[in-house]
């Protein structure tokens, strides 16, 4: 709806905490860099998603509107998505605290 460009895409992985999804997603929450600040799905202020879930900016950040997008609808859509996911049985519940997600995040700049 509306003129111009509204792409956004996710690339998504999800493992074991103690294998490599698992390295990668220490990896982004220690490895920040200017315009790329990784952050975790919450529900809410303080409930993480479980599995726990970081997001990966795919796109330089470089303004508000952008932190804004990220920060605001695109994370919550991705951490209720996870909790959708457990609640429905695509991620077992009882698999939750042993896995992790790392979800690369694209919106268009």
Do not use: R, W
Not at 39 to 64: D, E, Q
Not at 67 to 72: C, D, E, L, S, W
């Amino acid at each position: 709806v509306g003129d111009g460009n509204e792409v956004a895409h996710i690339d998504l992985l999800i493992g074991s905490k103690t294998g490599p999804v698992g390295t990668a997603f220490a990896n982004a929450l220690a490895n920040q860099s200017a315009g790329h600040s990784n952050l975790l799905a919450v529900l809410t202020p303080n409930l993480l998603a479980k599995p726990a879930t970081v997001l990966v900016t795919k796109v330089t950040i470089k303004g508000m509107k952008q932190a804004v997008q990220m920060f605001g609808p695109a994370q919550y859509a991705v951490a209720k998505a996870v909790a959708d996911s457990v609640a429905d049985g695509t991620i077992p519940a009882s698999a939750a605290d042993d896995l992790v997600i790392v979800c690369g995040v694209f919106i268009h700049p």
